[in-house]
């Protein structure tokens, strides 16, 4: 080594393999750290039960399951939703009605559709959707 600097202000470290720290075991080949891996995951869980933490994540889960379930039913509430604002404005736009009618129509019925305590993000969300899909179907219908 020498006692030239790499960078100045900095110079080359003598290591040792015992500056190291001990060497990495080999693979495991009897199974013993799948064991303790095992023994591991049985004592969480047990610690899980002890704790009084299961139906807690028995809950979440179920919550889980819950949002999967409402999400697809408001995919499909979009879906029906824009259905019926392409209907409406192709009629609208048939019968010469202006676009700011076509979308005042639209915000009026997805307002006045709402059941009463929907989160008012999610009338938000499907406020945007429906003018989205009555501005594309108004102009289509040209």
Known sequence: ????????????LALSRSD???APRAPDSDGVAEARVRTTAARALDAI?????????????????ARDVLRT???????A??????????RLR????????????????VRGGAPAGTDPAVVRELMGDAVRC????????A
């Open 49 to 65: 039960a002890h704790a009084g933490l299961q139906p807690a994540i028995e809950r979440a889960h179920a919550a889980v399951d």
């Open 134 to 141: 009555g501005i594309g179907a108004y102009y289509a219908a």
């Open 94 to 109: 048939a019968d010469g009605a202006p676009p700011e009618r076509m979308l005042v129509l639209v915000k009026d019925a």
């Open 1 to 12: 080594m020498s006692d030239t600097p790499l960078l100045p202000g900095v110079r080359e």
């Open 20 to 22: 190291l720290g001990p």
């Open 81 to 90: 939703l824009c259905d019926a604002v392409r209907a409406l404005a192709a």
């Open 73 to 79: 039913e408001l995919d499909a509430t979009r879906v």
